[in-house]
Structure formats: structure tokens, C-alpha cells
């Protein structure tokens, strides 16, 4: 049993920056995978980033890529999103999941694990 929980969110204006963390209680094992979504107002959960647990490779939908870094501490359990240039679709409330599958699959439905949540609002 993992549990996840993000902080990290808050009021950002345009252009500006947040870094989101998610420290993980319980073991993640080598081959898992943690990652990132997000589900804006009247909208799907989406994926936003990933990253292999043992390879570090990083994953990205292509809307934050060159704005956003993905990244992990295996000594502290945690992984972190730092977010730059945030725009006003950048709002969201913003998840880390954990997948226990050695393959990434971008669906929301592969990920066992979420976090409670941590809202991002970016202003004009």
C-alpha cells in the first residue's frame, strides 16, 4: 500500500513558477512509474508527466514540455514538478499517481495510487 500526497499549489500570475512535491509513504519499487495529472474546470483528468522510478527516464505531454521538469529523490521517496511560465490553461488541480506497471500507459485508469489533490491557480 502506497499513499501519495502533493503540496506544493497555490495562487501563481502569469509566467510565474510553482514546484509541486509528492512525498510517498510505503514502497515503490523499481519498476514503477510516478506520475503527474491534472483536471481543470469541466474537464478530463489528464496526463501531464512521468517518470521511471529506477531509469529516471521522463515523460511529457507535449502542452509542457520546455516548461515543465519531472524528477525524483529515491532517498526521500518523493518526486516533484517544477512547473515555469505557467499560463492561465495551466490551472488545475494537479495529482501524482503511482503505477505499478513496468510500461507507461498515459490513461489515469493505470495508475493504482493518487494523491488528494493540489489546486493550481495562474492569473492574468
Known amino acids: 500500500q502506497v499513499q501519495l500526497a502533493e503540496s506544493g499549489g497555490g495562487l501563481v500570475q502569469a509566467g510565474g513558477a510553482l514546484r509541486l512535491s509528492c512525498p510517498a509513504s510505503?514502497?515503490?519499487?523499481?519498476?514503477?512509474?510516478m506520475g503527474w495529472f491534472r483536471q481543470g474546470p469541466g474537464k478530463e483528468r489528464e496526463f501531464v508527466a512521468a517518470?521511471?522510478?529506477?531509469?529516471?527516464?521522463?515523460f511529457y505531454t507535449d502542452s509542457v514540455k520546455g516548461r515543465f521538469r519531472v524528477s525524483r529523490d529515491n532517498a526521500e521517496n518523493a518526486v516533484y514538478l517544477q512547473m515555469h511560465h505557467l499560463d492561465l490553461a495551466d490551472t488545475a488541480v494537479y495529482y501524482c499517481?503511482?503505477?505499478?506497471?513496468?510500461?507507461?500507459?498515459?490513461?489515469?485508469?493505470?495508475?493504482?495510487?493518487w494523491g488528494q489533490g493540489t489546486q493550481v491557480t495562474v492569473s492574468s
Open positions: 499517481a503511482l503505477s505499478t506497471s513496468d510500461y507507461l500507459d498515459y490513461l489515469p485508469a493505470a495508475f493504482a495510487y
Open positions: 517518470i521511471m522510478w529506477r531509469l529516471g527516464k521522463t
Open positions: 510505503g514502497t515503490i519499487y523499481s519498476n514503477d512509474i
